[in-house]
């Protein structure tokens, strides 16, 4: 079932490319933006992540802070954080979990890989609620961040 806006985010604890273990209530109080997307070092999600690093101030000035999530694995997520210079968190899902219950899940994705992110975008206000859900049917889509930012914006 798909999360909409109001609904209560789900909970989650992962590990992140650092070894560490990064929970969605560790941010409370504060706007998380959630971005599940499909494999390190593809060129789209490369793109996303590193126009996210760019505008890594914004999100700051906004008081969001950026997870993103993948089901890599936390020792490519860790290259691929090094290789792009990305400035937030990179979390694996590598169990599966966390992008089946925000819905952010393809069963069968390209190549015959099976369980892999869906691209998605969430926002989740300081009380754990979700106030923008995204989750896109192709890959080769990008989020509409313009809308996500003005919902940043009328949170603050």
Same mark, same amino acid.
Request: proline share 3%; aromatic share 12%; with cysteine.
């Given at each position: 079932?798909?999360?909409?806006?109001? $609904?209560?985010?789900?909970? @989650?604890? #992962?590990? *992140?490319?650092?070894?560490? &273990? +990064? !929970?969605?209530?560790?941010?409370?109080?504060?706007?998380?933006?959630?971005?599940?997307?499909?494999?390190?070092?593809?060129?789209?999600?490369?793109?996303?992540?590193?126009?996210?690093?760019?505008?890594?101030?914004?999100?700051?000035?906004?008081?969001?802070?950026?997870?993103?999530?993948?089901?890599?694995?936390?020792?490519?997520?860790?290259?691929?954080?090094? $290789?792009?210079?990305?400035? @937030?968190? #990179?979390? *694996?899902?590598?169990?599966? &979990? +966390? !992008?089946?219950?925000?819905?952010?899940?393809?069963?069968?994705?390209?190549?015959?890989?099976?369980?892999?992110?869906?691209?998605?975008?969430?926002?989740?206000?300081?009380?754990?609620?979700?106030?923008?859900?995204?989750?896109?049917?192709?890959?080769?889509?990008?989020?509409?961040?313009?809308?996500?930012?003005?919902?940043?914006?009328?949170?603050?």
């Amino acid at each position: 079932m798909a999360l909409k806006i109001g $609904d209560k985010a789900p909970a @989650f604890k #992962l590990f *992140s490319s650092e070894k560490e &273990e +990064v !929970s969605l209530g560790d941010f409370s109080g504060k706007n998380v933006v959630i971005l599940f997307f499909p494999q390190a070092f593809t060129s789209v999600c490369t793109t996303e992540l590193c126009s996210v690093r760019d505008g890594i101030a914004d999100y700051n000035q906004l008081n969001a802070q950026v997870l993103a999530i993948s089901v890599d694995s936390i020792f490519t997520l860790g290259r691929f954080k090094e $290789d792009q210079g990305l400035n @937030f968190p #990179l979390l *694996s899902d590598f169990n599966k &979990e +966390v !992008s089946k219950a925000y819905g952010a899940f393809y069963d069968e994705f390209v190549f015959g890989m099976l369980g892999v992110s869906r691209r998605a975008a969430f926002v989740v206000d300081g009380t754990g609620h979700i106030q923008y859900a995204e989750v896109l049917e192709s890959a080769g889509d990008l989020p509409d961040f313009k809308a996500l930012n003005e919902v940043l914006a009328g949170l603050n």
